[in-house]
C-alpha cells in the first residue's frame, strides 16, 4: 500500500475516534454497534463525581456525571432533604437516564440530594454497580452568622451591630432553638434576612423590641413568633426619622423608596395585637411586600396589620397563608396605605402600575365589623387587584371585595372565591360592582374548628377548586 493511502487511513481512523470521544457523552453515553465496550463481564462501579449547574434563574438544576463504560444507563433520583429522615422525591424517583445527565426543578431555601447508581449491560454481561454515588446540593446562601439557641436577639444585635454593606446579610436561628427579644434590632439600610429552621421553627418569644428599618430590605423565614405580651409599635417597623443619607431619597416625594423587597415567609406569628408592617406614618414607599406560607393570628379590636399610614406598598402579595383574628375588630385594616399616595405621586421612583394580589388565602374573622382595605390612593386604572381562590368566614364586613377594589376602580381579576358571614353566604360580595366572576362559591367553607386554630376545610366545592390556604385541604 502506498504511503499516502496509509496516512489518509490512519487520519480517518483517528477523526472517528475523537468523534466518538466528543459525543459518548454530549447527549448522553449509549453503546452502539459502532463502538465495542472494551469493558465486559465485569461489576461496574458507579460514577465517581457528580456536578450540578443551576439555570441562569435558578429554576432547573442539571445533574450530571461523567461516562462509565460498558454501562447501560443510569438509575438517578434527585430528593428534597431539608428533614433528612423524610427525603421528598423531585420528579421521578429511580429514573432510567439512557445519559449523563438530567434535570430537575429547584426551589430557594432547600437542601437536595441526588443518587446516581450505573446499571448493567447484557451486551458485554456487565454487572449494575452495588453502589450508588450520593452528592448533596442546596440553594441557601451562607449565613453571616449562626446565633446560638437560647439568646435575646436584642443583646446579640448589641454586641454584634448590623453595618451598612451592599452584600445581603443572613442570620440563622437554631433549628427547634427558643430565643427573646427585649428591645429594638436595628437593620439601618442594609439587607438583612433572618431566618429559622424550614422543618423544625426556631421560635422567638417578642416582649418590647421591633425590628426597625431605615428602608433596606427585610426577610423574616421560616421562624415561629409569640407575640402574646408583645408591645411593640409594629413587628416590623420603619424608623420615624428619615434617613435623608439614603440612596432612595426622593425629595419630590420627601421620603424614602425601598426598593429591595420585605418578605415574611413560613412563619407562624401568633397573639399579634399590633401591626405587622408599620410606617410609623412617615412616607416610605416600598417596591415589594410578601407575605407567603403563613399562619398569622391576631388578637385586636382596631389596629391594622398592614399600616402604611404615611406611604405605601407598590406591589402587596399574600399567597398561600391563613390570616385570623381571635377577636372582633371594629376598627382598624387588613391593609392601610397613605390616602393621598399613589404610584404616579412617587417622585423619581420611575413607577407605572401598583398591585395587590390574594391567592389561595383562608381568612377567618378578619375585620370582621371594619373594613378591610383603606388605600383609596390605588383607584387608579393602571393598578391591579386579583383575588382568586380565597376563603373569606366572617371577614370584611360582607364588603371585602367592595374595599379591596375600591368601588371597582381597579382592574381587577376574581375566581373561585368563598364568602360566608354569620353562617351564611355574603350574598353583598356578589354584584356587577364587586364579585362579578361568576365562579364564586356559595356553599360554607365548613372551617373545622378555627377558634382553636383548625382551618381544615370541609366544604366539598371548596375541596374540589382548591381554595384557601393549601396546608388545609384534605
Not at 81 to 103: F, L
Not at 343 to 370: D, E, H, P, R
Not at 391 to 408: K, P, W
Request: glycine share 8%; hydrophobic share 35%.
Amino acid at each position: 500500500m502506498r504511503l499516502k493511502n496509509k496516512i489518509r487511513l490512519i487520519v480517518n481512523f483517528l477523526l472517528v475516534t475523537i468523534i466518538l470521544l466528543v459525543t459518548s457523552c454530549a447527549d448522553g453515553f449509549k453503546e452502539t454497534e459502532i463502538f465495542s465496550s472494551s469493558v465486559k463481564n465485569t461489576t461496574l462501579l458507579s460514577p465517581d463525581s457528580i456536578v450540578f449547574t443551576p439555570s441562569a434563574d435558578e429554576t432547573t438544576l442539571t445533574i450530571s456525571w461523567p461516562v462509565v463504560y460498558g454501562a447501560g444507563g443510569y438509575q438517578v433520583s434527585f430528593y428534597k432533604v431539608d428533614d433528612p429522615a423524610n427525603p421528598v422525591v423531585v420528579g421521578t424517583e429511580n429514573q432510567v437516564v439512557d445519559g449523563c445527565s438530567t434535570t430537575r426543578e429547584l426551589l430557594s431555601d432547600t437542601k437536595y440530594k441526588a443518587v446516581v447508581k450505573t446499571l448493567g449491560n447484557t451486551t458485554y454481561n456487565n454487572k449494575d454497580a452495588t453502589t450508588a454515588i450520593e452528592a448533596s446540593y442546596s440553594t441557601y446562601a451562607a449565613a453571616t452568622a449562626v446565633i446560638p439557641t437560647g439568646t435575646d436577639l436584642y443583646q446579640y444585635f448589641t454586641a454584634h451591630p448590623i453595618t451598612a454593606s451592599t452584600a445581603d446579610q443572613i442570620y440563622e436561628l437554631q433549628a427547634g432553638g427558643s430565643y427573646t427579644m427585649t428591645g429594638n434590632i436595628p437593620t439601618g439600610l442594609a439587607n438583612v434576612t433572618i431566618r429559622g429552621d424550614k422543618v423544625t421553627h426556631p421560635t422567638v418569644t417578642m416582649s418590647s423590641g421591633v425590628f426597625i428599618s431605615d428602608g433596606g430590605g427585610f426577610n423574616l423565614k421560616t421562624i415561629n413568633f409569640d407575640c402574646s405580651n408583645f408591645t411593640g409599635s409594629g413587628l416590623i417597623t420603619f424608623n420615624s426619622t428619615l434617613n435623608t443619607s439614603a440612596s432612595t431619597y426622593l425629595s419630590g416625594y420627601t421620603g424614602i423608596m425601598v426598593s429591595s423587597s420585605v418578605t415574611v415567609q413560613s412563619c407562624k406569628i401568633t397573639g399579634l395585637a399590633t401591626p405587622l408592617l408599620y410606617d410609623n406614618a412617615k412616607k416610605y414607599a416600598l417596591t415589594t411586600f410578601l407575605i407567603k406560607d403563613c399562619i398569622i393570628g391576631q388578637n385586636t379590636t382596631s389596629k391594622s396589620l398592614i399600616s402604611m399610614a404615611g406611604g405605601m406598598i407598590k406591589d402587596l402579595t399574600f399567597t398561600n397563608s391563613t390570616f385570623y383574628n381571635t377577636q372582633v375588630a371594629t376598627g382598624g385594616y387588613l391593609i392601610q396605605y397613605a390616602n393621598s399616595t399613589n404610584v404616579s405621586k412617587i417622585t423619581g421612583s420611575g413607577w407605572a402600575t401598583g398591585s395587590v394580589t390574594l391567592t389561595n388565602n383562608t381568612f377567618w374573622q378578619i375585620y370582621k365589623s371594619s373594613k378591610i382595605a383603606n388605600y383609596s390612593g390605588m383607584s387608579q386604572t393602571y393598578n391591579t387587584l386579583t383575588v382568586q381562590k380565597c376563603i373569606f368566614v366572617d371577614t370584611g364586613n360582607q364588603r371585602a371585595i367592595r374595599d379591596l377594589s375600591i368601588n371597582t376602580t381597579m382592574v381587577r381579576t376574581l375566581g373561585y372565591n368563598s364568602y360566608w358571614f354569620g353562617g351564611v353566604f355574603a350574598s353583598a360580595e356578589i354584584s356587577t360592582s364587586y364579585d362579578n366572576s361568576s365562579t364564586y362559591i356559595n356553599t360554607d367553607p365548613t372551617l373545622k374548628d378555627p377558634a382553636n386554630g383548625d382551618f381544615t376545610v370541609g366544604g366539598a366545592a371548596q375541596i374540589s377548586a382548591q381554595t384557601g390556604d393549601p396546608r388545609w385541604l384534605q
